[in-house]
C-alpha cells in the first residue's frame, strides 16, 4: 500500500482561535496527505506525546503569541528526549525574521510567515519527504 | 513513519522483532511506529504480526459508532478515563474518512481526547479509512493486535460517523455500542438505516436535549415488536447519557461488562461469536489479498485503457470484457 504523509496541526499556547490552523489543515488534506488536528490550547508536552502516538512525519506548528522562542527549543527538546527527533517540525505565523533564522540552526525545518501561499508548505513537504526517503 | 521496508527477509525478520520486543516493553514510539507498518501493509508490518498473533486474543474490543457529531469521541474519551481509573490499560483507534478526491484526510478526533497526553496507559491512534466504506479502515484490526501485543486490554473502536452503511466493525469487536442523539428522530428513522440491528447497546447521548426520552421509548417499543434479541437472549439495552458532563458512564460501562459476562458466561457462545466473526474477517481478508495480486503486475490496467473508448462506445460489452480478461 501507498505510504502516506502525515502531518500533526497543533496550536500550542492560549492565543486565540485557530482559524489560520484550519486553513493549513485543509490544504494539507487537498494535497493528501493525513493530517492529525489536535485543536486549541496544548502545551508542548501534549503535541509531543500525541505526534509521537500519531507516528506523524511532520509536526506543523502555528504560534501567533510571540512565545515562539520558547515553545520551538521546547518541542525540539521534548523531542529528542522521546528518542522522536526524526519528527521534522515546521512552524508559522508572525516570527521576525532574525528569530526564524535562529530557530531553523537549532533545528525547525522551514518557518512560513503569514500571507505564504499554504502551497509553499505542500511543496516543502513533498520535497522534505522525497529527500528523506531516498536518503 | 514512512521509512521504506526494502531488505531481505532476514533483515525484515529482524527488524520485526525488534520491534515486537520493543511493543512488548510498551515503548510509545514502537506501539506508533508498528501501527505505521501494519497500516502502510509493509513486509516488516506483516512478519510483525505473525510474530504478535499468539499473544492477542485476549483484548476486550468495543466498537463505538453513530451519525457524525453524535458524541462517540466525547464517549470514547469519558469511557476510557473511567476504564483507567479502574486500572484498565487503554487503547483508541478514531477512524475519520478519507477523501476520495484527494485521498487526504482531516483526523479530527484527537481534539476530544485530551488526557491520552502523558499517560502509558492510555494510547489514542487516529486512522483514515483510506477507501474502506464499512466505517472502519482495512488495518483497523491489525492495529488492534499491535495495541494488544502492547499490553492494551481494553480496545475502544471509533468508526466513522456512519448513517447508513455496511458495518465492519461488527466483525472487528466483541460489543458494538450505537451513540444515537434525540435528533435522530424516532425510531423508524433509526430502523430504515439499517443499523439497529448491529448494536449490543444503544446509547441516547445529548441527552440534556430535547426529545431524548420519547427516542428512548420508541426505541425500546421497537426492540419488544421485533426480534433484535440476540441469539441467546441478549436483549441491547438503552442507556441515556450526556457524554459533555461525563454523565451515564457508569451505566454504559455496567452494561458493557454485562455483555461481556454474558458473552463469556457461556463459552460456547463465545466461541461461536468470536468464529463466525473470524470467519468473516478471513473472507476479508483474502478477498483483499486476492485482488491485490491480481492487479499487480498483470495487463489489466493497460488492457483496459486500450478497451474502453469501444466500452464507452457500446462496441464491447463490459460484462464479456470482465470474463474474458480475467479468463486469460
Ligand atoms: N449538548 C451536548 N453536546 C455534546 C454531548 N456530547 C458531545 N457533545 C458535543 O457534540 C459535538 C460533537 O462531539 P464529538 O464527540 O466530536 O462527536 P463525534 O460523534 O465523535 O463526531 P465525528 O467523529 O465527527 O462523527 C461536540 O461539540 C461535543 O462537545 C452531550 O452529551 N450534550
Ligand atoms: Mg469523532
Request: proline share 4%; charged share 25%.
Given at each position: 500500500m501507498e505510504e502516506k504523509i502525515r502531518v500533526m496541526?497543533?496550536?500550542p499556547g492560549l492565543d486565540g482561535h485557530d482559524r489560520?490552523?484550519?486553513v493549513v489543515a485543509t490544504?494539507?488534506?487537498d494535497a493528501g496527505f493525513e493530517v492529525i488536528y489536535t485543536g486549541l490550547h496544548q502545551t508542548p508536552e501534549m503535541i509531543v506525546d500525541a505526534a509521537i502516538q500519531e507516528d506523524v512525519d511532520i509536526l506543523s506548528i502555528s504560534v501567533l503569541s510571540g512565545a515562539h522562542m520558547t515553545i520551538f527549543p521546547r518541542l525540539l527538546a521534548l523531542l529528542k528526549e522521546r528518542g522522536a527527533e526524526e519528527i521534522h517540525v515546521i512552524g508559522g505565523g508572525i516570527i521576525p525574521r532574525e528569530d526564524a533564522r535562529q530557530l531553523i540552526a537549532q533545528g525547525v525545518g522551514a518557518i512560513f510567515g503569514p500571507g505564504t501561499p499554504t502551497g509553499e508548505a505542500v511543496a516543502y513537504i513533498r520535497d522534505w519527504h522525497a529527500g528523506r526517503k531516498t536518503g | 513513519m514512512a521509512t521504506r521496508d526494502e531488505a531481505t527477509a532476514g533483515e525484515i525478520g529482524l527488524r520485526a522483532r525488534e520491534l515486537a520486543d520493543r511493543l512488548a516493553r510498551g515503548e510509545r514510539r514502537a506501539i506508533a511506529q508498528a501501527i505505521s507498518r501494519v497500516e502502510d501493509d509493509t513486509p516488516v508490518g506483516r512478519a510483525l504480526l505473525d510474530l504478535v498473533f499468539p499473544r492477542t486474543g485476549g483484548a476486550y474490543r468495543l466498537g463505538v459508532t453513530g451519525p457524525p457529531g453524535s458524541g462517540k469521541s466525547t464517549l470514547v474519551h469519558g469511557l476510557a478515563r473511567r476504564l483507567r481509573d479502574g486500572g484498565r490499560r487503554v487503547g483508541v483507534l478514531a477512524i475519520d474518512p478519507t477523501s476520495p478526491f484527494t485521498g487526504g484526510a482531516i483526523l479530527g478526533d484527537r481534539?476530544?481526547?485530551?488526557?491520552a497526553a502523558g499517560d502509558e496507559g492510555f494510547f489514542v491512534r487516529s486512522m483514515a479509512s483510506r477507501g474502506s466504506t464499512g466505517g472502519v479502515s482495512a488495518a483497523t484490526y491489525e492495529a488492534s493486535e499491535i495495541l494488544e501485543a502492547a499490553g492494551f486490554d481494553w480496545i475502544l473502536i471509533e468508526t466513522v460517523g456512519v448513517?447508513?452503511?455496511e458495518l465492519e466493525v461488527v466483525e472487528l469487536t466483541d460489543c458494538v455500542l450505537l451513540v444515537l442523539v434525540p435528533e435522530s428522530g424516532d425510531a423508524v428513522q433509526v430502523m430504515k438505516a439499517g443499523i439497529m440491528e448491529i448494536a449490543d447497546l444503544f446509547v441516547i447521548n445529548k441527552f440534556d436535549r430535547e426529545g431524548g426520552d420519547r427516542l428512548q421509548r420508541d426505541l425500546m417499543l421497537a426492540m419488544e415488536l421485533s426480534d433484535w434479541r440476540r441469539p441467546g437472549g441478549?436483549?441491547?439495552p438503552v442507556v441515556p447519557a450526556v457524554a459533555l458532563r461525563e454523565e451515564g458512564l457508569d451505566e454504559i460501562l455496567a452494561r458493557a461488562e454485562e455483555h461481556r459476562a454474558w458473552l463469556l458466561g457461556d463459552r460456547e457462545r463465545l466461541r461461536e461469536a468470536r468464529a463466525a466473526k473470524l470467519r468473516k474477517r478471513m473472507e476479508v481478508l483474502l478477498n483483499r489479498t486476492l485482488i491485490e495480486r491480481t492487479w499487480r503486475g498483470s495487463a489489466?490496467?493497460?488492457r483496459l485503457d486500450q478497451d474502453?473508448?469501444?466500452?464507452a462506445a457500446h462496441e464491447l460489452s463490459p460484462y464479456q470484457w470482465v470474463e474474458d480478461a480475467l479468463s486469460l
Amino acid at each position: 500500500m501507498e505510504e502516506k504523509i502525515r502531518v500533526m496541526v497543533a496550536k500550542p499556547g492560549l492565543d486565540g482561535h485557530d482559524r489560520g490552523a484550519k486553513v493549513v489543515a485543509t490544504a494539507f488534506r487537498d494535497a493528501g496527505f493525513e493530517v492529525i488536528y489536535t485543536g486549541l490550547h496544548q502545551t508542548p508536552e501534549m503535541i509531543v506525546d500525541a505526534a509521537i502516538q500519531e507516528d506523524v512525519d511532520i509536526l506543523s506548528i502555528s504560534v501567533l503569541s510571540g512565545a515562539h522562542m520558547t515553545i520551538f527549543p521546547r518541542l525540539l527538546a521534548l523531542l529528542k528526549e522521546r528518542g522522536a527527533e526524526e519528527i521534522h517540525v515546521i512552524g508559522g505565523g508572525i516570527i521576525p525574521r532574525e528569530d526564524a533564522r535562529q530557530l531553523i540552526a537549532q533545528g525547525v525545518g522551514a518557518i512560513f510567515g503569514p500571507g505564504t501561499p499554504t502551497g509553499e508548505a505542500v511543496a516543502y513537504i513533498r520535497d522534505w519527504h522525497a529527500g528523506r526517503k531516498t536518503g | 513513519m514512512a521509512t521504506r521496508d526494502e531488505a531481505t527477509a532476514g533483515e525484515i525478520g529482524l527488524r520485526a522483532r525488534e520491534l515486537a520486543d520493543r511493543l512488548a516493553r510498551g515503548e510509545r514510539r514502537a506501539i506508533a511506529q508498528a501501527i505505521s507498518r501494519v497500516e502502510d501493509d509493509t513486509p516488516v508490518g506483516r512478519a510483525l504480526l505473525d510474530l504478535v498473533f499468539p499473544r492477542t486474543g485476549g483484548a476486550y474490543r468495543l466498537g463505538v459508532t453513530g451519525p457524525p457529531g453524535s458524541g462517540k469521541s466525547t464517549l470514547v474519551h469519558g469511557l476510557a478515563r473511567r476504564l483507567r481509573d479502574g486500572g484498565r490499560r487503554v487503547g483508541v483507534l478514531a477512524i475519520d474518512p478519507t477523501s476520495p478526491f484527494t485521498g487526504g484526510a482531516i483526523l479530527g478526533d484527537r481534539v476530544r481526547m485530551t488526557s491520552a497526553a502523558g499517560d502509558e496507559g492510555f494510547f489514542v491512534r487516529s486512522m483514515a479509512s483510506r477507501g474502506s466504506t464499512g466505517g472502519v479502515s482495512a488495518a483497523t484490526y491489525e492495529a488492534s493486535e499491535i495495541l494488544e501485543a502492547a499490553g492494551f486490554d481494553w480496545i475502544l473502536i471509533e468508526t466513522v460517523g456512519v448513517g447508513q452503511a455496511e458495518l465492519e466493525v461488527v466483525e472487528l469487536t466483541d460489543c458494538v455500542l450505537l451513540v444515537l442523539v434525540p435528533e435522530s428522530g424516532d425510531a423508524v428513522q433509526v430502523m430504515k438505516a439499517g443499523i439497529m440491528e448491529i448494536a449490543d447497546l444503544f446509547v441516547i447521548n445529548k441527552f440534556d436535549r430535547e426529545g431524548g426520552d420519547r427516542l428512548q421509548r420508541d426505541l425500546m417499543l421497537a426492540m419488544e415488536l421485533s426480534d433484535w434479541r440476540r441469539p441467546g437472549g441478549w436483549t441491547p439495552p438503552v442507556v441515556p447519557a450526556v457524554a459533555l458532563r461525563e454523565e451515564g458512564l457508569d451505566e454504559i460501562l455496567a452494561r458493557a461488562e454485562e455483555h461481556r459476562a454474558w458473552l463469556l458466561g457461556d463459552r460456547e457462545r463465545l466461541r461461536e461469536a468470536r468464529a463466525a466473526k473470524l470467519r468473516k474477517r478471513m473472507e476479508v481478508l483474502l478477498n483483499r489479498t486476492l485482488i491485490e495480486r491480481t492487479w499487480r503486475g498483470s495487463a489489466l490496467r493497460a488492457r483496459l485503457d486500450q478497451d474502453l473508448a469501444r466500452i464507452a462506445a457500446h462496441e464491447l460489452s463490459p460484462y464479456q470484457w470482465v470474463e474474458d480478461a480475467l479468463s486469460l
